[in-house]
C-alpha cells in the first residue's frame, strides 16, 4: 500500500508556472506508476500526465503536451509535474495516483490507478 501527500499548489498568474510534488510513504514506491490528475468544478477528473516505475516512459495529455513535465526520484519516493504557461483553464484540484505495475505501463484512466492523494488546488488568474 502506498499513501501520497500532494504540496506545490497556489494562485499564479496566466502564462506563469508551478511545481507539484507527491511524496509517497512506503518502501515500495519503484513498483509503481504515478500519475497527476486534476478536476475542475462541475467537470469530471481528467488525466494530466503520467510516468513509468523507472521513470522511462512518460505519457502526457494534449492539453498539457508542451507546457508540462512529470518527473519522480525513486531515491526520494516523489513525484514532480512541472507545470509552466499556466492558463486560467488549468484552475482545477490537481491529483497524485499510484497504480502497482509489472511493467511500464503508463496509462491515463482513472480506473488504473488505485491510489490518490487529497489533492492541491492550482488557480490561474487571467
Known amino acids: 500500500q502506498v499513501q501520497l501527500v500532494e504540496s506545490g499548489g497556489g494562485t499564479v498568474q496566466a502564462g506563469g508556472s508551478l511545481r507539484l510534488s507527491c511524496a509517497a510513504s512506503?518502501?515500495?514506491?519503484?513498483?509503481?506508476?504515478l500519475a497527476w490528475f486534476r478536476q475542475a468544478p462541475g467537470k469530471e477528473r481528467e488525466f494530466v500526465a503520467a510516468?513509468?516505475?523507472?521513470?522511462?516512459?512518460?505519457n502526457y495529455a494534449d492539453s498539457v503536451k508542451a507546457r508540462g513535465t512529470i518527473s519522480r526520484d525513486n531515491a526520494k519516493n516523489t513525484a514532480y509535474l512541472q507545470m509552466n504557461s499556466l492558463k486560467p483553464e488549468d484552475t482545477a484540484v490537481y491529483y497524485c495516483?499510484?497504480?502497482?505495475?509489472?511493467?511500464?505501463?503508463?496509462?491515463?484512466?482513472?480506473?488504473?490507478?488505485?491510489?490518490w492523494g487529497q489533492g492541491t488546488q492550482v488557480t490561474v488568474s487571467s
Open positions: 510516468i513509468s516505475r523507472s521513470g522511462g516512459s512518460t
Open positions: 512506503g518502501r515500495t514506491f519503484s513498483s509503481y506508476a
Open positions: 495516483a499510484a497504480g502497482y505495475r509489472f511493467d511500464g505501463n503508463v496509462g491515463s484512466t482513472v480506473a488504473e490507478y488505485h491510489y
